[in-house]
């Protein structure tokens, strides 16, 4: 199947404020596919639906159908749990456990998954996760340093590689170069190019310029309606609405 | 213009010397307290105070060595009993704590923490003592547990809710079951806060003496056994305290040493894990 995620008719509300209205959009396997739209118009609560982050949120209620591998993940009988292990997340800040080192981040994942693993296999997936991310060759000696005493953007990959770590197929990022200095930011996008030949990255971004550079799929949003879908270059250069285009000239929003 | 500026320096100096001058009054009494039992405690502060038995009155020497094992033996049964329950109470009340159930137990728990040691003691009396029909260890035990229970309860609470929730956030996201969640991420994060709000409490109930003398009673030799009357520091300087005799005086005031050196060290204890939390 060439989508990883198919979405269909999500509104989603807050008690009784209503979010997001009748999104539907395909999300292509193995491409990376921007979220834009101004402050408060519901970017982050999509992406969160993707992997039913908002269970928890007292008051939060869903409609419509979100189809994982061609099944709505909503429906019953998909265990949650086992869904956010094939879709995972990273966030706008970087937030790695404040009290495990650098290793165990990124090995915490396959720890409590349930499945025994040796000492070694255990270490070859961290390595693996942090070549992935980028971080292995600044890290690789400092394994045992708290995730919390990085950078900023090593904090930030080391949640990538923390992600990558249980071998998700889908990776959803919230922003996640909003905290980064720019050199950061390009590492970080390089790094959205290089995994998206094995995975499929939905990206929340604020940035029109890392939009253009890093997505193959852009989907404006505004005030919870999704306005339009397309590729990267088709949304950049010949918007079919004009409210995209208004956007993406930056006069408005 | 200037005298403005001039008048609001001196604002900001007196707001500042009074609060610093509060400060000052709000720690003089532990020093009054800890200098004072030094300079009368001392005489009698020797090596046996912490090996000997109680000698008979007259007879000088004698220390409170059963004493000291005496209140470690029932805070210890205390904490053995009361850290798992308080513990995970706290966990539930900070994790899972929504709804009207949750609101009623922080209401009680509050309560009781607010309830005079001394009801404790007879609590422990009418429930322990009374049908066992003898004084113990056991009965003490309880009496501090019932202290020591709410507040550990509310400190773990308090303590797991400084975790952020985009600790737990990332956890849930990557596929990490809520309980092992709560159990091996967000508590290891606390823990050091937990150990903390742990070691207030154990301060807290060392020094107790009401609720001894209903359950514990005292004892002038070393335990038989936890079903037993046992011999507490509180207990031995309340009643060298009320003696008579100057010389037991003296004890009492180094049995008192004895106890607040106690809760400093683990005051101490308690700050070095406030510190390893940061
Ligand atoms: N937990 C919540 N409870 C109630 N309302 C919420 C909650 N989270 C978000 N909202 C509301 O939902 C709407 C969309 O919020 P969302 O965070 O999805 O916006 P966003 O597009 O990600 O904005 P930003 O670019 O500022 O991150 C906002 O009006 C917000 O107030
Ligand atoms: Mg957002």
């Known amino acids: ?253 | 213009m200037e005298s403005i500026a001039f008048r609001r320096r001196a604002a900001d100096r007196v707001t500042r010397g009074l609060f610093a001058l509060s400060a000052f009054v709000v720690i003089l009494p532990l020093f009054l307290i800890f200098f004072d039992l030094l300079w009368k405690g001392a005489r009698e502060l020797k090596w046996t105070l912490l090996t000997d038995l109680p000698h008979p009155v007259g007879e000088p020497g004698g220390g409170i060595a059963n004493g000291i094992l005496g209140t470690l033996s029932i805070a210890g049964l205390a904490m053995a009993g009361g850290i798992p329950m308080a513990v995970m109470a706290g966990i539930y009340l900070a994790e899972y704590g929504r709804g009207k159930f949750a609101s009623a137990v922080r209401f009680a728990v509050d309560t009781l923490t607010g309830v005079p040691s001394i009801i404790m003691g007879i609590f422990g009396y009418v429930l322990w003592v009374l049908p066992m029909k003898r004084f113990s260890a056991w009965a003490a035990a309880a009496s501090l547990a019932m202290i020591f229970i709410p507040i550990v309860v509310r400190t773990t609470e308090e303590m797991l809710k400084t975790v952020p929730a985009s600790v737990r956030e990332a956890a849930l996201a990557l596929g990490i079951e809520r309980w092992k969640t709560t159990l091996f991420i967000t508590v290891r994060t606390a823990t050091a806060g937990i150990v903390t709000g742990i070691l207030l409490a154990m301060a807290r109930i060392i020094g107790e003496t009401a609720p001894l003398l209903f359950t514990a009673l005292g004892n002038q030799f070393w335990q038989s056994g936890l079903d037993q009357p046992i011999a507490a520091i509180p207990l031995q300087v309340f009643n060298y305290a009320i003696s008579p005799y100057d010389d037991w005086h003296d004890k009492a005031w180094a049995g008192a040493l004895v106890l607040i050196g106690m809760v400093l060290a683990i005051s101490g204890g308690a700050r070095y894990f406030t510190r390893v939390r940061k």
């Open chain 1, 1 to 253: 199947m060439e989508n990883a995620l198919q979405v269909k008719d999500l509104c989603a509300w807050f008690g009784d404020h209503q979010v997001l209205k009748n999104i539907t959009m395909d999300i292509r396997r193995n491409s990376v596919t921007s979220v834009m739209g101004p402050s408060g118009c519901g970017k982050s609560t999509f992406i969160r639906c993707l992997n039913r982050m908002h269970d928890l949120t007292p008051g939060f209620r869903v409609a419509g159908d979100v189809l994982f591998d061609g099944r709505n993940i909503y429906s019953e009988k998909i265990d949650p749990v086992l869904l956010r292990r094939k879709v995972g997340m990273v966030f706008q800040q970087p937030n790695p456990f404040p009290r495990m080192s650098a290793f165990e981040n990124v090995a915490v994942g396959l720890k409590f998954n349930g499945k025994k693993r040796s000492r070694a296999e255990m270490a070859e997936t961290v390595e693996k996760s942090l070549r992935m991310a980028a971080l292995w060759d600044e890290l690789k000696d400092h394994l045992g340093r708290p995730g919390s005493s990085l950078s900023g953007g090593q904090q930030q990959r080391l949640c990538i590689a923390r992600a990558l770590a249980v071998e998700p197929e889908v990776l959803l990022m919230d922003e996640p170069c909003s905290a980064l200095d720019p050199m950061s930011t390009a590492k970080i996008e390089e790094l959205i190019e290089d995994l998206s030949d094995k995975y499929t990255i939905v990206v929340v971004t604020h940035n029109m310029q890392q939009a253009g550079r890093i997505s193959d799929y852009v989907a404006f949003f505004l005030l919870g309606d999704l306005i339009e879908m397309d590729k990267a270059a088709k949304i950049f250069t010949n918007p079919a609405d004009k409210r995209t285009e208004e956007y993406i000239t930056g006069r408005f929003g």
